[in-house]
């Protein structure tokens, strides 16, 4: 089965490394007619524009911290500015510093929130009021985390913004089904991503020797790959998924019983 998004006009969010840039370049070569990029790496999203453009699809790059409480309305607006309409959007941005019940501080808390759970919620209200007004089908996949189930010690924070996005995503989802709005979601397990990279060998002190070590333990050899979830995002936007909505889909190899055996 060929999985296509033809002229469809996306917007990927975290697009300009890792996840994002994946499933962004996966669009592009899926049939998408433009995509929008936002991140706050201006020179990478130059990159990856220039990278769509090769494959044949236009592009658009916004400059957005979404920590920033206005940063969704305003990525929304000027992606309908530069193209006239949206037709799906991919929340693949996310922080995962870790922090546990018992030592995060408040600014940790609120910036985890306020990246993975508020900027994406703000984001979906945007291009679902959008998607209303023109009474236009449309599919929105949110990059969840396999964590949201419980979390281990030190992503207790982290889980817990999945978790509240995973229940917002749920809610959208049978909120705006007659609509014909999709809404999806991805619980990825642990991924090979740059983030991950900097945060196992820098932020954590372990090495460059943790991949080998962690690859060693996976029934696959290796962890989950951004085009892993490139494929399966792009199942979940394109009318192949159709009618599915609401979806949870675990993506993850390691602890399918919710435990580490």
Known sequence: M???VDDKILLVTGATQGLGQAIALEAARSGAAAIVLTDRYKERGAEVVSQIVKLGAKAAFVRADLEELEGPARIVSAALDKF????????????????????????????????????????MQGVIRHLKE??????IVNILSFQAHG?????????????????????AASSHRK????????????????????MQAIKLGRGESWLA???????WGRLILPEDVARL???????????????????????????RD
């Open 84 to 123: 006239g309409r949206l037709d799906g959007m991919v929340n693949a941005a996310g922080l995962s510093d870790r922090g546990s019940v018992a030592t995060a501080n408040t600014a940790l808390f609120d910036q985890l929130f306020a990246v993975n759970t508020r900027a994406p919620m703000f984001l």
């Open 179 to 198: 609509d014909r709005i999709r809404i999806n979601g991805i619980n990825l397990g642990w991924a090979d991503t740059p983030g991950e990279r900097e």
């Open 134 to 139: 023109r009474q236009a089908p449309g599919a």
């Open 233 to 259: 995002t792009l199942f979940l936007l394109s009318d192949a998924s159709i009618p599915m909505t609401g979806a949870l889909i675990d993506q993850e190899q390691y602890s399918v019983l919710g435990v």
């Open 2 to 4: 060929e999985v296509r």
């Open 151 to 171: 979390a281990s010690t030190d992503l207790a924070i982290y889980g817990a913004s999945k978790a509240a996005l995973s229940l917002l995503t749920k809610n």
């Open 213 to 219: 070590e962690a690859e060693a333990r996976m029934p």
